[in-house]
């Protein structure tokens, strides 16, 4: 009898405890607050929730609640912003064009610091956050990094120019590579500003003088005599050298010997561009050859971690020179 009592009072809490539940979640449900219920439009905001579940500690939940509702900000500013870049993407041939949207899609991203916490609200499993962004502070916000994009761009293209006059190659090139990295969000648009009185476009006069520089170069070894340098190499010495300036100091420089392979096969250029021939394996009778060519692929690396700035200057042509050994 006591038994059947117990099982009887047990099924009975039972039933009370469920009814309790499915009554709060009843009552839950009818709180549920309408930014819930529809999900808000308004054309002066981007909206976003965060919607996880409840495990764990509730700091950690929450905020994780919190990167997803700005995630879903920044999902409707990406949308917007890639679909002014199709343009721009349909024109380009090289695969560099998913780059560029990945490039600007980060930079939207960075525009997010205007956002405004609205409501939070939780039932029995998840909690949901709510929050907002101006339309008008982000484009207040994208303005103020576009104008601080171009006026770095402007400083760094008149000092690379400098770097040119006072023979500094890599120095200009690092330069430059800045100034196209600091506007790679904006080749949807013009690049053109006013330098010094005169119209530049920033991002192609900075390409143009990449490429000037590495046309000028030449590899000259010991037995090049079609050019008068200061000092008359040696065999076993090369040198980097631009007709107008003379030797280039701290420019990558690769290796390429046909008879196998070279422990140090990449070196840079010293003080007056001197690069010393590396140690070569034991070579048999059979005649070899030597290749030493400007290193783009070293130079784009020391300059920039921009992936768009590294295959602009990737695809220039390199200087070569190719000896008997």
Avoid at 180 to 196: C, Q
Avoid at 314 to 323: C, G, T, W, Y
């Amino acid at each position: 009898m006591n038994v059947r009592l117990c099982i009887g009072f047990a099924f009975f809490a039972l039933l009370i405890s469920c009814s309790s539940v499915k009554k709060q979640a009843e009552l839950l449900e009818q709180s549920k607050p309408e930014w819930l219920k529809e999900r808000p439009v308004n054309a002066a905001y981007y909206y976003g929730i965060g919607i996880v579940a409840k495990v764990g500690a509730p700091a950690l939940y929450e905020d994780k609640a919190k990167e997803r509702a700005l995630a879903d900000i920044a999902g409707q500013i990406n949308s917007t912003v890639k679909s002014e870049a199709i343009l721009y993407q349909v024109e380009d041939k090289n695969g560099v064009r998913d780059y560029l949207q990945n490039r600007i899609k980060s930079i939207s991203s960075e525009y997010l610091e205007g956002y405004e916490y609205v409501e939070k609200w939780e039932d029995l499993s998840n909690v949901y956050v709510y929050y907002r962004l101006s339309k008008q502070k982000f484009l207040n916000i994208k303005e103020s990094r576009k104008k601080e994009a171009f006026k770095l761009a402007s400083e760094k293209y008149l000092a690379g120019m400098q770097q040119i006059t006072q023979g500094n190659h890599v120095g200009a090139i690092e330069h430059f590579a800045v100034v196209i990295d600091a506007l790679s969000g904006y080749l949807n648009e013009s690049t053109t500003i006013d330098v010094e009185g005169k119209q530049t476009d920033l991002v192609s006069e900075s390409i143009n003088e990449i490429s000037a520089i590495f046309k000028k170069l030449q590899i000259l070894s010991g037995d090049n005599s079609a050019i008068n340098i200061d000092v008359k190499l040696k065999n076993d010495v090369f040198v980097v050298y631009d007709p107008d300036k003379g030797g280039v100091f701290n420019m990558p420089v690769k290796f390429t010997f046909s008879g196998g392979y070279l422990v140090n096969d990449r070196v840079k250029s010293g003080e007056k561009g001197y690069v010393h021939l590396p140690e070569l394996p034991e070579r048999n009778t059979i005649p070899q050859t030597l290749k030493v060519e400007v290193d783009l692929e070293n130079m784009a690396r020391q300059v920039t971690k921009n992936l768009y700035v590294r295959k602009i200057i990737e695809n220039q042509k390199a200087a070569v020179l190719i000896v008997k050994i």
